[in-house]
């Protein structure tokens, strides 16, 4: 079986992308973890990715100042030197322009904190414990020009405990995330090159 060849982006800490790279790692995984990408040079999960032996970039956002498709075409570029077939958002904090998402949809992928319709954006832990819900989760889907919406691929449910602080309940849903990612991401490209 020939992998396909993923690009994770990242902007902070990178555990989800960690969790894909060490299913990447196993002998029936459809896909292999490329390159690490950064919009942010000081992501910490850039030197976790190169102490597994994963080659991580950074294409700081920084000098194409409010052109974001500038940024998003020099990103472009560098996937594609390395031959990249997918794209697995982890914690990628920059919405992405029309065109980029135009280049790759379809082969653009994202985890979100929660279950989506529900509270796409930021703050999701707080929105859940603050409504009252008595269950919240995590969602993989397909990247669409709107934020965090597209179809949606899998999703894993957390149940929300009596007292739960919104950090509380982020760390069980990361440890959600980190099963749900590697294997959504495998159904996604199983079902596109079936
Ligand atoms: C994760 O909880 C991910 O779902 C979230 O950022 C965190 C990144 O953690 N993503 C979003 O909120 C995107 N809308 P990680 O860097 O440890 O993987």
Not at 32 to 48: F, I, Q, R, T
Not at 97 to 104: C, I, L, R
Not at 183 to 190: D, Q, S, V
Request: hydrophobic share 45%; aromatic share 6%.
């Amino acid at each position: 079986m020939k992998k396909a060849r993923v690009a994770v982006f990242i902007s902070g800490t990178g555990s989800n992308m960690l969790a894909l790279i060490e299913a990447a790692r196993t002998p029936d995984c459809p896909y292999e973890v490329v390159c690490v990408l950064s919009n942010k040079p000081d992501a910490p999960g850039l030197s976790h990715a190169r102490a597994l032996g994963v080659e991580a970039i950074a294409v700081d956002q920084t000098p194409f100042g409010k052109n974001r498709e500038a940024h998003e075409r020099a990103i472009h570029a560098e996937l594609g030197i390395r031959n990249i077939a997918w794209i697995a958002l982890a914690g990628y904090m920059r919405l992405l322009t029309p065109w980029f998402v135009g280049q790759w949809q379809g082969r653009l992928i994202n985890i979100h904190p929660s279950l989506l319709p529900k509270y796409p954006g930021l703050d999701t832990h707080r929105r859940a414990l603050e409504a009252g819900d008595t269950k919240t989760g995590c969602t993989v889907h397909h990247v669409v020009a709107e934020m965090d919406a597209g179809p949606i691929i899998d999703q894993a449910r957390v149940p929300v405990l009596e007292d739960d602080t919104p950090e509380a309940l982020a760390a069980r849903v990361l440890e959600a995330e980190h099963a749900l990612y590697p294997a959504a991401l495998a159904r996604a490209i199983l079902t596109a090159t079936r």
